[in-house]
């Protein structure tokens, strides 16, 4: 079957403009996590989705972060105001629920020039 | 606090060797998941294996395996007769059970090279 499938792939902005990142989990997952990759701080935990509602929302790192998911399904990630440090790739992971296993999507990367 | 632990930046082995990959773990739950990910150059993740802290049996795959040690907070990872597709980068994670959330708390990674 379909697995978790990110957009766009990659993404080249200018400091201080909006993204955002959209994420299509599994078919039937109701757990959607997001986390970013970075060089210099590796795998971290940004988001925690069960259903449409974020019960762990802990690893966002400021107010410019936000995300939504609608439908149980689709979630999109945005990024206001977009800074250097921003730049990363993004990745979207789904699971039958928290206590499952994660599989990931293959991560926007977003560069802020 | 949970953390993990890959002390191994990088290892590089000759193809047909054998080698074991590290992961200590910190957690003060009696309940908890581990798990190990493979990130080949193509940037995915690949979920490997998911172990419960209550099931210490280690188990094999083909040419992998994984040695669960409750006692030392280990859970290592070895791969038989490497191949050059085994090289990737390999990361060993963490999950609380206690908590609301599915969080995985990660390892810096492994990078394994292994050259032919």
């Known amino acids: 079957g379909a697995g978790v499938s990110q957009s766009p792939s990659n993404k080249v902005t200018e400091k201080g403009k909006d993204v955002e990142l959209r994420c299509d989990p599994i078919?039937?997952?109701?757990?959607l996590y997001w986390y970013r990759q970075s060089l210099g701080q590796g795998l971290e935990f940004l988001i925690y989705f069960q259903g449409n509602s974020a019960p762990d929302k802990s690893g966002l790192p400021s107010d410019r972060f936000s995300a939504e998911r609608t439908g149980g399904s689709v979630s999109t990630l945005t990024i206001q105001r977009t800074q250097q440090e921003d730049s990363a790739v993004y990745l979207c992971a789904s699971s039958l629920s928290n206590s499952y296993e994660q599989y990931f999507g293959p991560g926007t990367r977003l560069t802020v020039t | 606090a949970q953390k993990v632990t890959q002390a191994q930046t990088e290892i590089s082995v000759v193809e047909k060797e054998d080698v074991t990959l590290d992961c200590v773990y910190e957690t003060r739950d009696t309940t908890y998941y581990l798990f190990w990910y493979k990130q080949p150059p193509s940037g995915e993740l690949v979920f490997l294996i998911r172990r419960n802290s209550f099931d210490e049996q280690n188990e094999i795959s083909g040419r992998y395996s994984w040695n669960f040690q409750k006692s030392t907070s280990s859970f290592n990872f070895t791969i038989t007769a490497s191949q050059v597709v085994d090289s990737a980068v390999y990361f060993c994670a963490l999950r609380s059970f206690s908590s609301n959330t599915g969080k995985l708390i990660f390892g810096q990674g492994t990078t394994l090279q292994v050259k032919p």
């Open positions: 078919s039937g997952h109701t757990a």
